[in-house]
Structures are given as C-alpha cells and as structure tokens.
C-alpha cells in the first residue's frame, strides 16, 4: 500500500503542479559553475530519486568554479541564495546545497521557508549516530573551512581525524579507477591509526565511489549527499522545517541609503 501525501507551495498554500506521480520534488543546488561537477552530481543524484519523488539538479549561474576555500563561498553566496528563492518559488517542497561546506546554510534558512539540507551537517548527524568515533576523507583545499563547520556543529569531539585526497573534484567525478585506490588507502589508514567506528566522505564528488566502498570497508561508509537528501525528504514528509525563530528572515528595509539589493 504506498502512502500518498499531498504536498502545498509554502507560500501560497496552493496545490503545485507537477508530473502526474510526482508528490514531492527537491531542488539539489550546485554551488560552482564547474561543467564536468555538475554533468557528475546530474548523473549521480537520480540515484535517490523513487516512486512520487523528484530531484532536480541546478546549479548558479554565476559564480566561482570551484567551492573549497571560505572566499568561494563569499563568491557564490549571492548566487545560491537567488537559486534557493527560485526554487521555493517554483513550487519545490526542499531546497538541498550540494557541497560538503554547506554554502551559506544560514542565510539560505533565513531566505525561503521550505526546508533547506546541507550534507556537511546532514552527515556528520548520520554518522554520530552509527558510531563514536568519526574519520572524514576530504579535499587537500580548503580543509580548514570544514574543520570549522565540524566545531560549529558541535562534533570536533566525535571526529577523530580527517584524511586529505589531493584530487580536484572534477577529476573524482572523472577519473574513479585512478581516484579510488588512494579513497581506500585513506580510509585503511583511519580505521588502523586512528581505530575509526565511521567513515565520513568528506566531499559530495565522492558519492559514486560509495557502493564499491561498501563492499571493500569492514567500517559504515557515510555518503553526505545521500544523508541531506533523504532528510530533506523526511522533513517534508513529515511537515516539518527549519524554525523562523532560529532562521529568523530578513527585514524589508525599503530604499534606505546604505540598503543593500538582495539578487
């Protein structure tokens, strides 16, 4: 018996339209202009699609190429704000970002009402629930950045260690026979070394390394992306979203001199 659950545009309270079959769709935002990132997440993202469920990939149209250092998404934060507000505008019922720093989670709260996952925190809260001690495999770039949102999160106890892949992105996405044995060589190392209950993938081009790991790793292998979508999907289900007390949304200021235009 599949459970059928009616879902209404958050700010007009009307009935979307969308494909016959479809209750829910999910906006997966890609915060980099990168061609082959985003033909890979494309690709790998209709992996969690199912019955009555759609994911729609976008990505901004103006912005870095890449998303590892803070100054990318200062960049990109603009950007990724107008996609979250066109794509609760257009009717989606989840906003996901689709980078392991969580671009500008805050803001994008404070902008839409639908709920907005990230897999920097939806990961790390999936994998503190499967084990006590956390290893992350990351980006050589921009390491520093993630290990700040794991102390804002409130896990810099709970991970262990984080192990650096010096690949760009693009080339995960591209190159896997090449990629994949220094992923395992990394996650070997955090599990002997550092006695490692759960590992972490520590950026969102790794994802289709994940069923291989899988089959090779003793250890839970947490996918960040799979973790932000199918909580995206819970919240929804469930008619729950992020607190406006929490979240609270801009004030409009009017034309006063020093307003800043929001894109």
């Known amino acids: 018996m599949m459970l059928m659950i009616s879902i209404r545009d958050h700010k007009t309270r009307m009935p979307v339209q969308r494909r016959r079959g479809v209750f829910m769709r999910i906006c997966d935002i890609v915060?980099?202009?990168?061609?082959?990132?985003?033909?890979?997440?494309?690709?790998?993202?209709?992996?969690?699609?199912?019955?009555?469920?759609?994911?729609?990939?976008?990505?901004?149209?103006?912005?870095?190429?890449?998303?590892?250092?803070?100054?990318?998404?200062?960049?990109?934060?603009?950007?990724?704000?107008?996609?979250?507000r066109r794509a609760e505008q257009d009717g989606f019922d989840?906003?996901?970002?689709?980078?392991?720093?969580?671009?500008?989670?805050?803001?994008?709260?404070?902008?839409?009402?639908?709920?907005v996952m990230a897999p920097g925190q939806s990961g790390l809260a999936v994998a503190s629930v499967l084990g006590k001690r956390i290893s992350v495999i990351g980006m050589r770039n921009g390491r520093q950045h993630l290990e700040e949102h794991i102390r804002a999160y409130g896990y810099a106890d709970a991970v262990v260690s984080m192990h650096a892949v010096d690949v760009p992105p693009a080339e995960l996405i591209e190159s896997k026979p090449h990629c994949l044995p220094t992923i395992e060589f990394e996650i070997r190392r955090a599990i002997e070394n550092h006695r490692a209950e759960v590992i972490l993938?520590?950026?969102?081009?790794?994802?289709?390394?994940?069923?291989?790991?899988?089959?090779?790793?003793?250890?839970?292998?947490?996918?960040?992306?799979?973790?932000?979508?199918?909580m995206a999907v819970a919240m929804v289900t469930m008619g729950l979203s992020?607190?406006?007390?929490?979240?609270?949304?801009?004030?409009?200021?009017?034309?006063?001199?020093?307003?800043?235009?929001?894109?």
């Open 94 to 115: 989840a906003v996901v970002l689709d980078c392991m720093v969580d671009p500008v989670l805050r803001a994008a709260r404070e902008t839409v009402s639908i709920p």
């Open 201 to 230: 993938l520590g950026c969102t081009a790794m994802s289709g390394y994940i069923n291989h790991l899988r089959t090779s790793i003793s250890v839970p292998i947490v996918e960040p992306m799979a973790c932000a979508i199918n």
């Open 31 to 84: 915060p980099v202009r990168s061609p082959k990132v985003i033909s890979g997440m494309r690709n790998q993202r209709t992996v969690w699609e199912r019955t009555g469920v759609e994911i729609e990939v976008r990505a901004v149209e103006q912005g870095p190429y890449s998303m590892e250092f803070a100054t990318e998404e200062v960049l990109a934060g603009p950007h990724v704000l107008k996609e979250v």
């Open 242 to 263: 992020h607190s406006k007390l929490c979240y609270e949304s801009l004030p409009k200021r009017g034309s006063a001199p020093g307003s800043i235009e929001i894109i």
